[in-house]
């Protein structure tokens, strides 16, 4: 269950960074203020804060092994 949530919420991030892009816009359009900033760069700016929050509770669902692995003998 854990393995499917990480993978949605990886393919969400990657996701996010194409939408980031601002490739969808017709060029030559004036850009319209969105909180002082122009809209594309809001919108940007948005997707990689969503993107960072995405990608911490992506690493707490990852289980890291607290204790080193077994060595062999004559790997020591």
């Known amino acids: 269950m854990k393995g499917r949530v990480r993978g949605a919420l990886l393919l969400?991030?990657?996701v996010l960074y194409v939408i980031s892009i601002p490739?969808?816009?017709?060029?030559?359009?004036?850009?319209?203020?969105l909180l002082g900033f122009?809209?594309?760069?809001?919108v940007a700016v948005g997707c990689y804060a969503l993107a960072a929050v995405l990608n911490a509770a992506a690493w707490l669902l990852t289980e890291i092994p607290e204790e080193k692995p077994p060595q062999?003998?004559?790997?020591r």
């Open 12 to 14: 969400a991030i990657g």
């Open 23 to 33: 490739w969808y816009r017709p060029s030559g359009e004036p850009a319209s203020l």
């Open 38 to 42: 122009p809209d594309w760069v809001t």
């Open 72 to 75: 062999k003998d004559a790997e």
